[in-house]
């Protein structure tokens, strides 16, 4: 079967560092996505990572073990803005064109 | 940068009634999908199209059937609306094959009565 999870909600203070983590389960890996949706708004494409190790991009960073089947979204220096849902979703090759989407995990930055 | 535009943000119709959602992109994308996305379920695949006339079911197509007459405009149709249809409606598109990232229309939330 194909399974992502991830926690439902984290909350975390403004000037903090969050790390929000993902594990997969599924029939074959191409590729794991990460992206953040505010609430009421499109999911916006945060990073791709297809090989193992961290990617950094700004304030978010990415981490791939493929052996694990595991990832994390790394945030730092958190603003209130980046409050909203952090959705990961793996690219597998019997897929085709598909997607398979998380549940999503909802981040709450406080003052 | 790419646009996918939604017909409409909201929509309210009654049980029984036929529903369309339409759905444009402009940036001459080969792909496109519908998803549904509920609370605590995630984005769930309903159809996906690779090219003009082309369709595939997603995991959840029942109760759901879909045209693609134009390379930029895809729609989603409820045949025959039912109340646990109702849900936030995302459309996407992507660029070929491989791991392209989606693309996504700001969702319609439809309310079925």
């Known amino acids: 079967g194909q399974n992502i999870d991830q926690p439902t909600e984290m909350t975390a203070t403004e000037g903090a560092i969050v790390q929000i983590n993902c594990t997969y389960q599924?029939?074959?890996?191409?590729?794991l996505f990460w992206y953040q949706q505010h609430a009421g708004e499109a999911p916006t494409f945060l990073s791709y990572n297809v090989l193992d190790g961290l990617e950094e991009k700004g304030r978010f960073s990415s981490f791939l073990s493929r052996s694990k089947g595991y990832s994390y979204l790394l945030l730092k220096e958190l603003q209130m803005k980046d409050s909203a849902s952090y959705l990961c979703?793996?690219?597998?090759?019997?897929?085709?064109?598909?997607?398979?989407f998380g549940a999503g995990t909802r981040l709450f930055v406080k003052a | 940068d790419v646009k996918v535009t939604q017909s409409s943000r909201y929509l309210v119709k009654r049980t029984g009634e036929k529903v369309f959602l339409e759905c444009v992109q402009d940036?001459?994308?080969?792909?496109m999908f519908w998803y549904r996305q509920d609370p605590g379920l995630g984005l769930r695949l309903i159809y996906f199209s690779y090219d003009v006339k082309m369709k595939e079911k997603g995991d959840i197509p029942e109760g759901y059937s879909v045209s693609r007459e134009k390379k930029e405009r895809f729609s989603l149709i409820l045949e025959s609306a039912s109340t646990n249809q109702t849900s936030m409606y995302l459309c996407a598109s992507t660029l070929g094959q491989g791991g392209q990232p989606q693309h996504f229309g700001d969702g319609t939330r439809l309310s079925i009565l």
């Open positions: 979703a793996v690219f597998p090759p019997s897929g085709g064109f598909k997607t398979i």
């Open positions: 599924t029939s074959g890996f191409n590729g």
């Open positions: 940036m001459d994308h080969e792909n």
